[in-house]
């Protein structure tokens, strides 16, 4: 399985971006998914999960902005990310652990807000 993310870019503060990492095989919908951010000298912090069943976590420190959703039919998972700050600058990974524990991380896509 490989994850494809795209959707990152430039976006003044304020703004909005939505994410998406499409998965490739057909077991993307028994697949836990998540969103995981990072910036130079720092681990890879979690933003949000969404389990096979729909389940969705938010850490504490962002809730409110950042909404994820999943399409089985589309094997893509979404982040949205609205009212952008300069401290969301940062390269976004989509994650997966498989229905056989194995893990995968996508490659990145650069999100920097900035005016």
């Known amino acids: 399985v490989q994850l494809q993310a795209s959707g990152g870019g430039l976006v003044q503060p304020g703004g909005s971006l939505r994410l998406s990492c499409t998965a490739s095989g057909s077991i993307f919908r028994d697949s836990y998914m998540a969103w995981y951010r990072q910036t130079p000298g720092k681990q890879r912090d979690l933003i949000a999960s969404?389990?096979?069943?729909?389940?969705?976590y938010y850490p504490g420190s962002v809730k409110g902005r950042f909404t994820t959703s999943r399409d089985n039919a589309k094997n893509t998972v979404f982040l949205q990310i609205d009212s952008l700050k300069p401290d969301d600058t940062a390269v976004y990974y989509c994650y997966a652990i498989l229905p056989d524990r194995e893990q995968v991380w996508g490659q990145g896509t650069q999100v920097t807000v900035s005016s």
């Open positions: 969404i389990t096979s069943a729909g389940s969705i």
